[in-house]
């Protein structure tokens, strides 16, 4: 099956994608702002559709939209106990989706390009956007690994809740939106805003769920992302359904599965149970 070239570079580019966004997830989690990803993902549609209504190249508006969508959000620092992060960022998610719906639906294919926002087109990526998405990702990740613990300490903070101490504008929070954010442009073009979502998301949560070891997190979250993508690419051509859409079903199978183990775990730790 993966010898047929459009069925193996989407294999590589979930791969690709899901190792990179796993990582971001961690701290994503970590921070409780599960929805910046989702924030940033329609803001780069947003700029995608702007784009085609302007009839500019998408890529660039897009690149733009999201890094100015990245750098407002990493000055949000809630400081008042009755909101949280995650509502002013699901508001900037809830708008820029709104925005991006109106443009499409002047658009001749209004449907199928709110179909292609949501879920990507894995089976059409090419070889050069595989590359390209490789190197920007591989260079986030060699920024992520020089820096790590930077950037795990900034994470700590916001786990701890003293966002107190970080200040207005702080470098590595605003570094950590920038990479989350040229992260998120590149995938959602490619694999839609749904599946990016739960790249960030399902691994790091059934990490969590399987290990109570901070070193184990990212190596566990990276696992289930390449099963999430080998397991969904194979579900997706042998029973003829959209790869995006079996990517997320399969990462859904796996967060069951781990939440399984760790109640067994939970019941056989109980002291009830001895």
């Not at 999201?66 to 708008?95: C, H, P, W």
């Amino acid at each position: 099956m993966f010898t047929q070239p459009f069925i193996f570079n989407a294999l590589k580019v979930s791969i690709i994608m899901g190792l990179m966004l796993s990582y971001l997830g961690v701290h994503v989690v970590g921070r409780g702002i599960v929805f910046v990803d989702l924030a940033l993902g329609q803001i780069s549609m947003l700029g995608v559709a702007f784009a085609n209504y302007i009839e500019e190249d998408p890529t660039i508006i897009a690149i733009i939209f999201t890094m100015v969508g990245a750098f407002i959000l990493s000055f949000i620092n809630v400081k008042d106990k009755r909101l949280k992060q995650e509502a002013i960022i699901g508001i900037v998610y809830a708008v820029a989706s709104a925005a991006t719906v109106l443009i499409i639906s002047k658009a001749p294919h209004g449907e199928s390009d709110i179909s292609e926002v949501l879920f990507g087109s894995l089976f059409t990526v090419t070889s050069t956007q595989i590359g390209i998405m490789a190197a920007v990702f591989g260079f986030i990740g060699l920024v992520h690994i020089i820096f790590r613990k930077k950037f795990f300490e900034l994470t700590e903070k916001f786990e701890n809740h003293q966002v107190e101490h970080i200040g207005v504008f702080n470098l590595w929070n605003f570094l950590f939106y920038l990479s989350i954010g040229l992260a998120i442009v590149l995938a959602v073009r490619t694999g839609g805003v749904i599946p990016v979502f739960s790249y960030i998301v399902v691994p790091p949560v059934s990490a969590i769920l399987l290990t109570r070891r901070k070193g184990g997190l990212v190596v566990i979250a990276m696992v289930v992302s390449i099963l999430g993508s080998f397991f969904g690419t194979y579900f997706s051509t042998h029973f003829d359904f959209p790869a995006g859409s079996s990517v997320v079903a399969i990462l859904g199978v796996i967060f069951l599965i781990a939440a399984g183990v760790r109640l067994v775990r939970s019941k056989a730790s109980s002291p009830e149970s001895t």
